[in-house]
């Protein structure tokens, strides 16, 4: 038998039923070839043959992989983990964290998970895109996509707009319709090509026949007529054609008139959507139903604020004549004359200098929205890009040394007056924007009409968070305070640091904490800015989610209340001492002088119990409990309300009523679970402290003689045993045997026979026993139960590998199932029915 001290107590583990009905093993001769075995891991084994890495599942079938796999693959938390959020982030999208398999020479796609996504079948799978992969077969190609999708196999295919594709078929190029599911061109070309990188989706492919490039749309209308050559550059998807040439020379084809342009001056080109050119040196400009829209009268056409961080684009045109600049809108109405200095775009607003006049104008306004004089007008943002202004109509007007703010939606105009104007963008705004202008470190927060957000300005400000809702935390005056911008109401004025908390209550209405003075001052309110304490606080302690310890006062003079956090009252107690009781949700230690001695305190009854204790934790360090006074002495509640005492015959648990549960008596004691106590009175044998199960009254639960080790007390929590335990029984001197009892019915679930049993760290539903079979020569087996009381394999193999990983710790349930095991020098992976798996062995450690 094994000794006693030689347990592992933290891998103990217990079943739930009397051992019966020893599962037989069924044998299978193992292959000669060796390999290496690995324990399963969420569902795979990994094994090394030779130079051959591979997985097997639960059901023994083999999944060889393709190219380099000296790594973790199926399995792999991580690698599931980044699986499943490719698909849950962008379902539309195939996934990356996958791997080639290889299924004799057949090759297909595997997850992390062991997903088959797609089946080997093929010579090779390109996954280099995440919209489509590319299979081959017998040297034809084909597509698979996102929504599992699998064409036919074609010489050759192109990806166009994910409905339409280009297929090679018989040395000639088709389209191919997703939706029809076959080729729908009648006629056949010699190549296809598509702006894939456009804006839009464009309503013509470009295609090549006859050693000729043209337009056609996807119904097979030739468009533009195939006399072109072409090259993949300034592709568009609109009615202008720029990357056609003939003859050698760049041209630019209006597809609705057909009409070619010269484009090889570097003055001609497609601005804001239209076709800039010239004729006589001056210029003019086409739309895109190819119609002159612009007379041929400007010195320039150029797009708006052109490579300029200054401004955005926009449908227009900057025109110029005589160095005077207008605007000219797409459709080539004249926006603004051609009589100003200089002119920027910013969407449909624009900025004019005429002088030392500078105006602001919207598109469709015949009358500037403001004049200033000797002054700069920009946008809000700091830097401006072609993407837009998204919405944002606001406008920083700068004159001489200080900004001002021009709101366009609301006509609102705030006089310059600030240092910065800029853009934020933040939750604290309906539209998640917000204007912030700043004087000498003081902002002023205006929503994108001009309204003010806050009714005063501030230094700095922050969301703070409550349940249903924000606060808006500002500082001013270098304190912090708390405003409600729903009620348009300050909360807490601005007199805290940047530190508030709400109490974790189960109440509806949330409390509030602001914290001041190094943190040593502590301010509750409610939501609605009403302040709860008069005294600074010093300390907040909770005794359950709705009351709460408070503490104010110097110390040496503290001064105790009880917070009712339903009532938002507060309750002062007449103690010069008061303190927590561990983890009691109603009692608290309360004494009339320092703390040595006293009573205990129901929060919810209001009065104190009947018995007086000494508190050992306020003792002194060199002031024993015996020396203060003859009462039980109260170390402090543990979960489950029991509260831990000790006479002068031994330790005991009282209850939340003050009774006692299990009484004092006892050399050690300790709770398992909510209705049993481990304890021990005492008794020693071989040289051991011997403990027992019982009752919260002190009654034995299992048959005299089965008794448990001293090490429970320490570590019976880490076991999730929940009301299963260890025990064990004397068989001789310095010798005891291990089994298994059950804490709600007292049965013996084990016969104590065993050397040691452990966990088997992965499913806590199974127990691995050890058995000494060969006597003085120490010749130890190792076999299984499960948590039903069943012995599913007597002692008999050499080993059991199990793997340690995160399922430990996280409770993921991997089964123990298959289980790789050594046995007469071969491991194996054995199932739960006795089965080995068909697999090869090989000797040694795996």
């Known amino acids: 038998m094994k000794q006693l001290y030689c347990i592992i107590m933290a891998w103990l583990l217990a079943t739930d039923s009397i051992a019966q009905n020893t599962t037989a093993v069924v044998d299978i001769k193992p292959p000669a070839n060796?390999?290496?075995?690995?324990?399963?891991?969420n569902g795979f084994a990994k094994i090394v043959e030779g130079e051959e890495i591979y997985y097997i599942n639960t059901g023994g079938e083999k999944i060889a992989f393709f190219g380099n796999t000296y790594y973790d693959m199926l399995g792999a938390e991580h690698s599931i983990q980044e699986y499943e959020r490719e698909l849950l982030e962008h379902s539309e999208l195939l996934p990356k964290t996958v791997w080639h398999y290889r299924d004799g020479d057949d090759i297909g796609v595997i997850s992390p998970k062991g997903d088959i996504v797609l089946k080997a079948a093929y010579d090779n799978v390109d996954m280099q895109f995440r919209t489509f992969w590319k299979v081959a077969k017998n040297g034809k190609v084909s597509f698979f996509l996102p929504d599992k999708t699998l064409f036919p196999f074609f010489e050759d295919i192109g990806y166009l707009n994910g409905e339409y594709f280009d297929v090679k078929q018989d040395g000639?190029?088709?389209?191919?319709?997703?939706?029809?599911k076959?080729?729908?061109?009648?006629?056949?070309?010699?190549?296809?090509?598509?702006?894939?990188?456009?804006?839009?989706?464009?309503t013509y492919v470009y295609a090549k026949k006859g050693g000729k490039w043209g337009i056609v749309n996807w119904d097979e209308k030739v468009l533009v007529p195939f006399a072109f050559e072409h090259a993949h550059r300034a592709m568009r998807s609109d009615n202008w054609i720029a990357s056609f040439s003939q003859n050698g020379k760049d041209v630019i084809v209006n597809i609705p008139t057909q009409q070619v342009f010269d484009a090889t001056s570097p003055k001609t080109g497609i601005f804001s959507g239209m076709l800039v050119t010239s004729e006589k040196g001056q210029f003019g400009a086409y739309n895109q139903e190819g119609e002159l829209v612009v007379p041929f009268v400007y010195d320039e056409l150029n797009e708006p604020n052109a490579n300029s961080y200054l401004g955005y684009n926009g449908d227009y045109l900057l025109a110029k004549k005589d160095h005077q600049t207008g605007v000219i809108h797409s459709e080539g109405t004249v926006v603004l004359p051609v009589e100003y200095d200089a002119v920027s775009v910013y969407d449909d607003c624009f900025v004019t200098k005429k002088g030392n006049q500078t105006s602001l104008w919207r598109n469709g306004e015949s009358k500037s929205l403001l004049t200033a004089e000797n002054a700069e007008i920009s946008h809000a943002k700091e830097f401006f890009y072609s993407s837009g202004s998204d919405g944002v109509a606001v406008f920083k007007v700068k004159q001489k040394a200080y900004y001002g703010v021009y709101f366009a939606d609301s006509r609102k105009y705030i006089e310059p007056a600030f240092y910065h104007v800029s853009v934020v963008e933040s939750r604290l705004a309906k539209d998640g924007v917000l204007i912030e202008a700043e004087k000498q470190g003081i902002k002023t927060l205006f929503d994108t009409k001009g309204n003010k957000i806050l009714p005063m300005d501030v230094q700095d400000y922050e969301l703070f968070d409550l349940r249903d809702k924000s606060l808006l935390a500002f500082k001013a005056k270098g304190k912090w305070g708390l405003y409600d911008q729903q009620l348009t109401k300050e909360i807490v004025a601005p007199g805290y640091e940047k530190y508030f908390k709400v109490l974790d209550t189960a109440m509806r209405q949330p409390i509030i904490a602001a914290y001041s003075d190094g943190f040593n001052d502590i301010d509750l309110y409610d939501v609605q800015g009403t302040k709860l304490n008069n005294a600074p606080l010093r300390n907040i302690?909770?005794?359950?989610?709705?009351?709460?310890?408070?503490?104010?006062?110097?110390?040496?003079?503290?001064?105790?209340?009880?917070?009712?956090?339903?009532?938002?009252?507060?309750?002062?107690?007449?103690?010069?001492?008061?303190?927590?009781?561990?983890?009691?949700?109603?009692l608290l230690m309360v004494s009339d002088g320092l703390g040595q001695t006293g009573k205990l305190y129901d929060v919810h009854t209001k009065k104190e119990l009947k018995r007086s204790y000494v508190f050992l934790g306020m003792l002194p360090m060199d002031v024993e409990p015996q020396d203060v006074s003859d009462d039980w002495w109260f170390y402090g509640f543990q979960s489950g309300g029991f509260g831990k005492v000790q006479s002068k015959e031994g330790i005991g648990y009282i209850d939340e009523q003050g009774e006692p549960l299990l009484p004092p008596k006892y050399a050690k004691a300790r709770p398992v679970g909510e209705d049993h106590m481990l304890v021990s009175e005492g008794n020693y044998?071989?040289?051991?402290?011997?403990?027992?199960?019982?009752?919260?009254?002190?009654?034995?639960?299992?048959p005299e003689g089965y008794v448990a080790d001293d090490l429970l007390y320490d570590n019976i929590d880490l076991?999730?045993?929940?009301?299963?335990?260890?025990?064990?029984?004397?068989?001789?001197?310095?010798?005891?045997?291990?089994?298994?009892?059950?804490?709600?019915?007292?049965?013996?679930?084990?016969?104590?026979?065993?050397?040691?049993?452990f966990t088997s760290e992965i499913d806590f539903?199974?127990?691995?026993?050890?058995?000494?079979?060969?006597?003085?020569?120490?010749l130890f087996k190792f076999g299984i139960a499960n948590t039903d009381g069943k012995?599913?394999?007597?002692?008999?193999?050499?080993?059991?590998?199990?793997?340690?990983?995160?399922?430990?710790?996280?409770g993921t349930g991997e089964p123990l199932f298959p289980l790789l095991v050594q046995q007469d020098g071969e491991w194996r992976y054995i199932l739960e029915n006795g089965m080995y798996l068909s697999i090869p062995t090989t000797t040694g450690n795996p």
Do not use: M
């Open 34 to 41: 060796q390999i290496i075995l690995s324990p399963f891991k």
């Open 172 to 180: 000639k190029w088709y389209l191919y319709s997703k939706t029809k």
């Open 182 to 202: 076959k080729i729908v061109t009648k006629n056949a070309y010699e190549g296809f090509d598509y702006c894939g990188g456009c804006g839009r989706k464009s």
């Open 541 to 586: 302690s909770a005794i359950d989610k709705q009351y709460y310890l408070l503490e104010s006062g110097q110390h040496g003079e503290s001064q105790f209340d009880i917070l009712d956090a339903e009532q938002k009252t507060i309750e002062s107690l007449d103690y010069p001492f008061v303190d927590l009781t561990g983890e009691s949700s109603r």
């Open 685 to 702: 044998r071989s040289g051991y402290l011997l403990s027992y199960f019982t009752d919260k009254k002190g009654n034995p639960i299992f």
């Open 719 to 757: 076991l999730r045993l929940d009301d299963k335990v260890p025990l064990i029984r004397h068989v001789k001197y310095n010798e005891f045997a291990f089994g298994l009892g059950d804490l709600k019915t007292g049965r013996i679930l084990i016969p104590a026979e065993y050397d040691e049993l």
């Open 765 to 778: 539903s199974y127990v691995i026993l050890k058995k000494n079979i060969g006597g003085n020569s120490g």
């Open 791 to 810: 012995i599913l394999f007597e002692p008999q193999f050499d080993a059991i590998n199990s793997p340690t990983f995160d399922a430990y710790y996280q």
